[in-house]
Structure formats: C-alpha cells, structure tokens
C-alpha cells in the first residue's frame, strides 16, 4: 500500500524558513515524480513544485522559484522541500503528491494518484 506522510508544517515568521518532507513508502519500484501543492480554504489546490528522484530535476512554481529548493534521501525514499524567505501568501495546507510517471508537464492534481493527508503552515507577520 502506497503511502505519502508529510512532516515539517507549523507556525513560521515571514522572512523565516521551513523545511516540508514527504516520506514515501509502498512504491513497487521506484518513486517517478514527487510534488507538493498547497491549499487554501475556498480554493482549489495548487502546485508548488514537483522533483523526478531519478534525474533530480526539479521544477518550481514562479512564487516560489527563487525561494525553494528540493533535497532527497533516496534511500529512506524521503523528500523535502525548503523554502525560504517565507511570505504570508505561502501560507495554507501542504500534500506531498506521487505520480506513476516522471514530472514533466505535470501540475494538475489529475495527475497524481498518491496523496498524503497534508500538513498546515502559517505564517506570521
């Protein structure tokens, strides 16, 4: 059974830092693509950022693009997002995502068929 459990969530200061991981376990083979998408109440979710474990290719929404960086433990299947500079507007509820293919071109929710249950961020200002 595949399962995606988040950590990582919590209160932030804006300007601070936040470190969102994703622990991966139940994948046959290998983990093809790994995202994170954010929700706000009211919204539809949104995608933040995707990594391909196998190439380390990473791709970043523009608000985040400058402020976010990927790392992996491929060992312990285990992947985390930085972010950096942290802004109110980043705040709302995280989900670590997996897909049955490698990351390009995906940013629907459609696309991922593993989700985890999330984790909340605030931020303070």
């Known amino acids: 059974q595949v399962l995606l459990v988040e950590s990582g969530g919590g209160s932030v200061q804006a300007g601070g830092s936040l470190r969102l991981s994703c622990a991966a376990t139940?994948?046959?083979?290998?983990?093809?693509?790994v995202a994170w998408f954010r929700q706000v109440p009211g919204k539809e979710r949104e995608w933040v950022a995707s990594?391909?474990?196998?190439?380390?290719?990473?791709y970043y929404h523009e608000s985040v693009q400058e402020r976010a960086s990927w790392s992996q433990d491929n060992g312990k299947k285990t992947y985390s997002l930085q972010l950096n500079e942290v802004k109110p507007e980043d705040a709302g509820m995280f989900y670590c995502?997996?897909?049955?293919?490698?990351?390009?071109?995906?940013?629907?929710?459609?696309?991922?068929?593993?989700w985890g249950r999330g984790t909340q961020v605030a931020v303070s200002s």
């Open positions: 990594l391909t474990p196998s190439s380390g290719l990473t």
């Open positions: 139940g994948f046959r083979y290998r983990v093809y693509c």
């Open positions: 995502a997996a897909a049955d293919t490698t990351c390009p071109g995906l940013w629907s929710t459609k696309a991922f068929p593993y």
